[in-house]
């Protein structure tokens, strides 16, 4: 495969993962993301080991018109990606009313309007083309209302929606949409959204490396919807089917709480020795 991939939110997580396997199957690269120098070490490990030409972008595409910005770019340098990989995003933990509302809106502009943007620039070349594959990280967050994460798991929603609904109107086009919709996964993305000590985040959960590993091979199999690891497609697929809606809003939102800290012992008090 020599087709040429861009990818957003390529320096960490499972968007880096997915840059590495593209390049295994001999693909060229556009990697976007903030962090530069992440970026240039990923870029040069990719060309060593694989011989793929790899450009790197520092973009944040949070920002307005930055979407509209990094396809002028690409035209000026005459790439014309035949894959886009839509996986930046970030999350944010609370509850909406006591969340610094910039951030959310920050969150919206890059899950959300970003990815709607992206795709709506190059997604009529690649129909004129008559090929073409998207592929968007969204999430089964997207999947029901998320307590204490109220924003991000609507963001998930329209990718989840958005993405199907693409899949659907580009029959016999040549243009395949597909749609990853991964559990919580082994990345950066829990500390930086302040996850951790949550309790969707405990014990062992997939590797960056195994989501991105699937997502794209159901990329290239030009599937609409796919759920990652089968408990997560029984609790997703089948569960929510037969539950009643407010108990799995309550168990999501058990799910997003976190340990509450051991009281501190009143003031003077002394532990006893045996």
């Not at 930055?66 to 990989?85: E, S, T």
């Not at 909406?96 to 951030?103: G, I, K, P, S």
């Not at 919807?225 to 569960?239: D, E, I, N, P, S």
Request: net charge positive.
């Amino acid at each position: 495969m020599s087709e040429l991939a861009l990818i957003t939110g390529a320096s960490s997580g499972i968007g880096r993962e997915l840059a590495v396997v593209h390049a295994e199957h001999r693909g060229d690269l556009v990697l976007v993301a903030r962090r530069e120098a992440r970026l240039a070490d990923l870029a040069d490990r990719l060309r060593g080991d694989h011989g793929v030409t790899v450009y790197v972008l520092d973009r944040d595409l949070s920002e307005p018109g930055a979407a509209a910005a990094l396809v002028a770019d690409l035209d000026r340098a005459d790439l014309k990606p035949a894959i886009l990989i839509n996986n930046a995003g970030f999350g944010y933990w609370g509850r909406f009313h006591e969340q610094d509302l910039a951030r959310n809106a920050r969150m919206v502009r890059l899950n959300v309007t970003a990815l709607m943007e992206l795709t709506g620039l190059l997604l009529p070349r690649m129909v004129r083309h008559g090929r073409g594959r998207i592929l968007n990280v969204g999430s089964t967050a997207g999947m029901v209302p998320g307590p204490r994460q109220a924003v991000y798991y609507a963001t998930k929603a329209f990718v989840n929606s958005f993405s199907q609904a693409l899949a659907a109107e580009l029959q016999g086009t040549g243009v395949t949409v597909t749609v990853l919709c991964p559990g919580p996964t082994e990345s950066e993305f829990a500390a930086a959204a302040d996850l951790q000590d949550t309790r969707s985040f405990r014990g062992r959960r997939p590797s960056s490396r195994e989501v991105a590993e699937y997502g794209y091979a159901s990329m290239l199999r030009g599937k609409d919807l796919v759920v990652h690891g089968w408990q997560m497609k029984t609790l997703m697929l089948v569960g929510l089917r037969v539950a009643p809606r407010r108990a799995v809003i309550r168990v999501v939102e058990r799910l997003q709480s976190k340990r509450e800290a051991p009281a501190a012992p009143p003031s003077g008090e002394r532990r006893r020795r045996g």
